[in-house]
């Protein structure tokens, strides 16, 4: 990889990212630049102000949700977890902090 001019400290969270999340070493060579980019947009939304700050973390969470699709799917567009989905759903719906109750619903009254 060739010569970055992004600050030490950014380069840093980056390639934490990539550790915590066992990309390297590995050929997801997509997924180690996404770390890398969500990083660098980190340290612009944490230093910008206003309106630009609002866009800035916008943009990082996009790209956030967007690295997290890409790791759902297989570059084959293969979801290795998608036979669990109905299991997922249950789950959540069962979850005791949930806000609406799982066996009683209540009944509308005319």
């Keep these: ?3 970055s001019n992004l600050p030490e400290a950014v380069r840093s969270l980056g390639q934490q ?3 915590q999340l066992g990309l390297d070493p590995g050929v997801d060579t997509f997924g180690r630049w996404m770390c890398h980019y969500i990083a660098e947009q980190m340290a612009k939304a944490e ?3 206003g ?4 866009d800035a973390e916008e943009k990082c969470f996009d790209t956030i949700l967007r690295f997290w699709q890409h790791r759902w ?5 293969l979801r290795p ?3 669990f989905e109905r299991i997922f ?4 719906s069962i979850d005791p902090e949930r806000h609406r109750n799982f066996y009683y619903h209540q009944i509308p009254h005319n």
């Excluded at 799917?73 to 567009?77: E, T, V």
């Design 73 to 77: 799917q297989l570059p084959s567009g």
């Design 47 to 49: 230093h910008a102000a």
């Design 1 to 3: 990889m060739g010569k």
């Design 81 to 83: 977890f998608g036979s």
């Design 89 to 92: 759903s249950l789950l959540e």
């Design 51 to 54: 309106r630009e700050k609002e």
């Design 17 to 19: 990212f990539v550790n």
